[in-house]
């Protein structure tokens, strides 16, 4: 099967950005079930008259699921090839994320080198910033990704179609 496999770790450029072609609206039910599975008794996200109380006047969608959307939104980008994420840091939050709101990401490549211990791989440093329809930033990070070099990544395969499965 043929089509995009991500980019390898010679692919990526210090200095180059990266406007990820996925967004993505946050559903009330997306909110709720990232809270209640991440045990986040935070009444915040899930409870319409408590929020109604704070600032906002309505419930924040869970921050831990923004950051968790931002970085999927990247990976088509970024990590489709990664052998592992190392870490993130720097995570700032500078504005809020509510049901309905689309989330959009954009990437800038700080570094690349090749790994001291894993002659397969390198390692990418970036930092991305998610931000939402109005053009506000809702989510910064920097994320080290190891990246396989190509020819070094797991194979992709795909069974071959027989002709009742076929398209056309």
């Given amino acids: 099967m043929t089509g995009w496999q991500g980019r390898y770790f010679e692919d990526f450029a210090a200095g180059e950005q990266i406007e990820h ?7 009330e039910n997306d909110n709720h079930q990232f809270t209640l599975l991440t045990c986040n008794s935070n009444m915040t996200h899930t409870n319409d008259v408590f929020a109604a109380e ?15 959307l931002v970085s999927g939104l990247t990976v088509r980008d970024i990590s489709e090839n990664a052998m ?8 700032e939050i500078p504005g ?7 989330i959009y990401a954009t990437t800038e ?3 690349c080198r090749e790994s001291r211990s894993r002659p397969e791989v390198g390692i990418i440093r970036v930092r991305t910033v998610g931000y939402k329809q109005d053009g506000n930033p809702v989510m910064r990070f920097v994320r080290t990704v190891m990246v396989f070099k190509r ?12 002709d009742a499965a076929s398209v056309g």
Avoid: Q
């Fill in 151 to 162: 020819g070094f990544g797991p194979r992709r395969t795909w069974p071959k179609l027989n």
């Fill in 54 to 68: 704070t600032e906002f006047g309505k419930p924040l969608v869970n921050s831990t699921f923004t950051l968790a």
């Fill in 109 to 111: 490549v700080l570094e």
């Fill in 21 to 27: 072609g996925w967004a993505r609206t946050v559903t």
């Fill in 96 to 102: 809020p994320v509510f049901v309905g709101d689309t």
């Fill in 84 to 91: 592992a994420n190392l870490g993130w840091e720097s995570v």
